[in-house]
């Protein structure tokens, strides 16, 4: 038995505890035996020292003893293999590890003492030695004998090097892996039970007490969960700083983009209105999140200064927002965001809690236009809701716009035999609260029950006959995504533009609403290839490239992705059979919804060309491309050189359910357009008759395929190119280049702001 718990330790701890035994027993001779006759002054510093070393020794016990009461918990719990969970097993193990955990921040508190305690205790050796060896209350240290001095400097080497060791180690004192071995099921539950508690305790600190004390399953446990099952491959023997080589490998083996000669550009309306409309989505933002990436240094006083806090006497002049603190400083940060007088904010709501997003409703009189802006993820509320990635079943009333006499009735015969769709729950659930909120009770016909649009829209009222554009940035273009699907039948004329959403609908869905929704993703944005199944490829691809480095165990990290890294083969051969006309379908829609965008054009063109989407530039400035025939092809290529490193393992790995271990592709809505970044170009100036070369970056706006995005791409950009000037500095410069070609006419280069 004494064997079996020895396996149990990590060797640093045996090698911690031993070192600290030393210690504490060296350090009692020392007080109590050589220097006895010195005075407390001289030997408390010793005294503390070792009894730091003793309680250490005590608390590594304790910590061991509720690990280990943790670890065969957990494996109660999980005995059966099912992803059941009980109530009262679940708390059980709930209260084992919050016991542990406390176990071990006291050895962290430990630790730090003993850190302190080892440079207190060489400064007070150090002065000894400059007095002369006189320490006040004993005889000299220099005139002590040899054996005594020794001993000194060997017990304070002894001090110094076990503080510097634990600093370096952790808290764990047993294996988790002499429990858990293979058992991928007790890695999923210790893992959610470790992401639980950390965001419980994240989300207490930024004021969210009330996670603390939840017992039942929610939304935070829910997330924790998912986070749990991607760490599955550490039931192989797999560590995070091998997976993060992984991810470094892929880093290297990306290859540029290839050149494709047919790409279709986007269209023209579309670039120019989503520009426009771009700094709604952007001014959805009013807390200091995009001021910490614009002015990092000052962002405080920035965000302060958009508040309008130097400014508490036009409070009553703001708009009201549900939510909105004490001076409206919300209403005033996104009024001067995108300065517009305050008359035009009708609604809106920034204080959230779970599954609701933060949206402003705006009403342009100048354009006809009903404007509604979503944000993005802000807040801890918006971070659980993206957590909540796991499918759910869309209804008919989610997709209430793409069933109605607007759509096609082939395509509307699809839908309907093709149920059930699915889609990103959290997203889900939050554009039905966020329908409720903006369109009311549609069921009860009641003046009172209606919502904002029903009161501007409707016959009679005040913007009767105007159009409706819906915007939103990141999980708010996700939202604002289907929100549209359901307003479509009641409103069609409605448009959404959604920048760099988040996939939240399948294939066929998707599909389907490219004629209203427009998906804009900006280079190697991460968010727009973001869903649990990226996120099992990525790993995949990481575990692969590992496994073709030289210096690795290429054995071992093949069984490793053979074993937790896949995609079964019911998930394979359904996604072939699921929907065998899919890509006769894709074509179809794609044909269709490029007549269709030609016949809106027309109807709507005198909405379009009112707003002006970049600012007029130069005449002087002329920009000629290095080489106007070469296009660089953003969707075509490879994600990385690895290929499908998923699907080399079919052949090896038995199918498993669908709802926990195959979760099913989701996709971005609507008509994608990819902005990408093309070779710089020469920038001629003409400008009093002298000539001016330099190199100037563009871009391209291209018409891309949604089964590009299915993979995330390791990039240094991936996450800087998700902030919103990003794209909307993009954007600007596809209108510039075109109107440099003469693409754009008069009257479409109006500044309507």
Not at 174 to 203: G, M, P, Q
Not at 707 to 719: N, T, Y
């Amino acid at each position: 038995m004494a064997v079996w718990r020895l396996q149990n330790l990590r060797w640093v701890t045996i090698i911690l505890a031993v070192a600290n035994a030393f210690v504490f027993f060296l350090g009692g001779f020392l007080v109590f035996g050589a220097y006895r006759s010195c005075g407390p002054k001289f030997v408390l510093p010793l005294a503390v020292v070792s009894c730091l070393a003793g309680f250490k020794i005590a608390t590594m016990v304790q910590s061991a003893i509720a690990q280990a009461a943790t670890a065969r918990t957990v494996l109660e719990t999980n005995a059966d293999g099912t992803n059941v969970f009980d109530s009262v097993l679940r708390n059980e193990r709930r209260i084992r590890y919050i016991k542990w955990l406390w176990w071990a921040r006291f050895t962290i508190v430990m630790t730090v003492l003993q850190f302190v305690g080892a440079i207190y205790l060489v400064i007070h050796i150090a002065n000894c030695i400059s007095n002369g060896g006189e320490s006040g209350h004993c005889d000299k240290v220099q005139d002590s004998s040899d054996w005594k001095q020794h001993l000194l400097v060997l017990f304070t080497t002894m001090v110094c090097t076990v503080a510097l060791l634990q600093c370096c180690t952790g808290p764990h004192v047993l294996r988790w892996r002499s429990y858990y071995a293979t058992k991928d099921d007790a890695w999923k539950a210790h893992y959610s039970e470790v992401f639980d508690h950390r965001i419980r305790e994240a989300l207490c600190c930024l004021g969210r007490v009330k996670y603390l004390s939840v017992l039942e399953e929610d939304e935070v446990f829910s997330v924790a969960r998912l986070l749990g099952d991607l760490v599955a491959y550490r039931a192989s023997g797999t560590g995070n700083l091998e997976l993060l080589a992984g991810l470094a490998l892929l880093l290297k083996q990306t290859q540029p983009p290839k050149t494709l000669d047919d790409c279709l550009e986007a269209p023209v309306e579309q670039i120019r209105e989503a520009a426009a409309l771009h700094k709604f989505a952007e001014a959805a933002y009013t807390g200091p999140l995009l001021d910490l990436g614009r002015n990092p240094f000052i962002f405080s006083c920035v965000w302060l200064y958009r508040q309008g806090v130097l400014m508490p006497w036009m409070r009553k002049r703001r708009p009201v927002l549900h939510g909105d603190n004490w001076w409206r400083g919300h209403a005033a940060a996104f009024l001067k965001f995108v300065k517009l007088s305050p008359d035009v904010l009708r609604q809106g709501r920034v204080n959230q809690g779970k599954c609701e997003a933060a949206y402003f409703v705006l009403v342009l009189h100048h354009l006809r236009s009903v404007v509604i802006a979503v944000r993005g993820t802000e807040t801890p509320e918006d971070l659980i809701t993206d957590g909540l990635c796991k499918e759910c079943s869309l209804s008919t009333e989610d997709l209430e716009g793409l069933i109605n006499s607007h759509i096609p009735l082939d395509l509307r015969q699809y839908l309907v035999s093709s149920f059930p769709h699915y889609g990103h729950s959290g997203i889900v659930e939050t554009a039905r609260d966020l329908f409720k909120q903006i369109e009311g009770n549609t069921t009860n016909d009641e003046s009172d029950s209606r919502g904002i649009l029903s009161s501007l829209l409707s016959p009679g009222c005040e913007c009767e006959g105007y159009g409706i554009r819906i915007v939103g940035h990141s999980l708010g273009g996700a939202i604002a995504a289907l929100l549209g699907m359901r307003l479509y039948n009641r409103y069609p004329n409605l448009h959404v533009y959604a920048y760099g959403p988040l996939p939240c609908v399948n294939l066929v869905v998707a599909n389907a609403c490219s004629k209203f929704i427009t998906s804009i993703v900006f280079n190697n944005e991460f968010s727009a290839r973001l869903s649990v199944r990226s996120v099992l490829q990525l790993r995949a691809d990481a575990i692969t490239a590992l496994s073709k480095d030289s210096i690795t165990d290429k054995a071992a990290i093949f069984r490793l992705a053979h074993r937790f890294l896949h995609v079964s083969k019911y998930q394979r051969n359904e996604m072939g059979v699921m929907h065998p006309a899919s890509d006769d379908s894709a074509g179809t829609i794609k044909s269709e919804n490029l007549n269709e965008s030609e016949n809106d054009s027309k109807e709507s063109e005198e909405l379009d060309q009112k707003f002006d989407l970049w600012n007029e530039s130069d005449g002087e400035d002329i920009l000629t491309e290095t080489d106007p025939n070469e296009f660089l092809n953003p969707f075509a290529t490879e994600v990385n050189a690895l290929g499908d490193s998923m699907s080399q393992f079919m052949e090896t790995v038995p199918s498993v359910n669908l709802s926990s271990g195959d979760p099913p592709e989701l996709y971005l809505p609507g008509l994608v357009i990819h902005m990408v970044p093309q070779p710089r170009s020469v920038h001629k100036s003409l400008q009093n008759g002298c000539g001016f070369r330099a190199r100037e970056r563009c871009h391209k706006a291209y018409i891309a395929d949604r089964e590009s995005f299915k993979d995330i791409i390791v990039s240094p950009s991936m996450f800087l190119d998700h902030l919103p000037w990003r794209c909307q500095n993009a954007m600007e410069m596809v209108l510039e280049d075109w109107n440099a070609k003469g693409l754009l006419n008069d009257s479409q280069i109006v500044d309507v702001y």
